[in-house]
């Protein structure tokens, strides 16, 4: 049985940091597309970062710079280290997996499993 668990969200004041986690189990997570996406109230889920199956990662523009992506494949587990927080960047954030991908896309069609999310809000 898949299962992508998130944690790590939490409420912090503009400029502050954040790690978020994604526990991946029930495939081969070492050759999966992984990726975080984000909801805002009252908008579509976006893309914000992926990492394929050796490390190459791709970031949404509005958070390059300040969003890293990591993953710890021994420990099937997905990181976004989240610095200089903007109110703007409030979301349920969600762990997404595309196993077996030779390609990764923030086309959130292509993602097989997904997450329950995790809720980051940033005040002003």
């Known amino acids: 049985q898949v299962q992508l668990v998130e944690s790590g969200g939490d409420s912090v004041q503009a400029g502050g940091s954040l790690r978020l986690s994604c526990a991946a189990s029930g495939f081969t997570y070492s050759r999966a597309c992984m990726a975080w996406f984000r909801q805002a109230p009252g908008k579509e889920r976006e893309g914000v970062v992926y990492?394929?199956?050796?490390?190459?990662?791709t970031y949404a523009d509005s958070v390059k710079g300040r969003f890293t992506i990591s993953k710890d494949n021994a420990k099937n587990t997905l990181f976004l280290q989240m610095n200089s927080l903007k109110p703007e960047d409030t979301a349920m954030y969600y762990c997404a997996a595309r196993p077996l991908a030779s390609a990764c896309y923030f086309l959130m069609h292509l993602y097989t499993y997904w997450g329950q999310g995790t809720q980051v809000t940033v005040s002003s």
């Open positions: 990492i394929d199956s050796v490390g190459r990662t």
